[in-house]
């Protein structure tokens, strides 16, 4: 019986492992960011535009079934957006355009269907990413003087706080050009879900500011 239930695992273990199988690849994904800002009423937060952005990394599938997948990688992307607020020390509507650049790492499942035409087969991704911030520019300078602060000069990095992390749902087609290289393309919308703001909490004490990234982007990608 012991000898047949080891034979048993060790068949498994064994069909496992050959069933295994990694896919590595480079992906480059043009987006569309912005900034979904919520805060009370006096304070009149508001999202006033969206920024292109351009992100770009590796991929890597580690397939565990014939169609599934648990999918991360290594991207570097860029996010932000334009927002305005009520300045009452000023008296006056100011306007803040975000540019940040992150350092992601997906954690996702990709699921797969059987090929819908010729070496064709569409995915679903499902999952978070999690992000660090890089960089970051405030009406693209590196440096942000706050007129409501007197003038105060500080760095726009220090403006946001460095983790984020967001949902993650995306949908594409995988196409089979040789024995082992795959084109890919898709869509992919990520919806942050902590609040990166740190300067207006902090330093201008406005209470309950919260400032989340979204971004839909679109996907090109290569397989070897």
């Known amino acids: 019986m012991k000898k047949a239930l080891l034979a048993l695992i060790f068949s498994g273990a064994t069909l496992g492992a050959a069933s295994a199988q990694v896919e590595i690849g480079l992906k480059v994904s043009p987006s569309i960011t912005s900034l979904r800002v919520d805060s009370p009423s006096d ?13 770009g ?3 890597v599938d580690y ?6 997948a648990f999918s991360s990688g290594l991207f570097l992307t860029g996010k932000g957006g334009t927002v305005s607020y009520f300045d009452d020390a ?3 509507r100011q306007q803040q355009k975000f540019g940040l650049q992150y350092l992601e790492v997906p954690v996702t499942v990709k699921l797969f269907t059987n090929d819908v035409a010729t070496d064709t087969k569409l995915y679903f991704q499902v999952g978070g990413s999690l992000n660090a911030a890089l960089a970051g520019k405030i009406n693209d300078q590196k440096f942000y003087k706050d007129p409501g602060n007197g003038n105060a000069e500080t760095k ?3 403006h946001i706080i460095l983790p984020d992390a967001a949902l993650l749902g995306s949908f594409g087609v995988e196409y089979q050009l040789g024995q082992s290289t795959k084109l890919l393309a898709g869509v992919t919308y990520k919806r942050g879900i902590l609040n990166i703001d740190r300067y207006f ?3 201008r004490k406005f209470r309950d500011v919260t400032i989340k990234n ?5 996907d090109l990608g290569i397989k070897f």
Do not use: H
């Not at 397939?63 to 599934?68: D, E, H, I, L, R």
């Open 201 to 203: 909490d902090n330093t």
């Open 90 to 92: 000023t008296r006056s």
């Open 43 to 55: 304070y009149g937060f508001r999202n006033e535009g969206s920024r292109a952005g351009i992100g």
């Open 156 to 158: 726009a990095y220090k």
């Open 214 to 218: 979204s971004e839909v982007a679109l």
């Open 63 to 68: 397939f565990f079934g014939q169609n599934y």
């Open 57 to 59: 990394g590796v991929i």
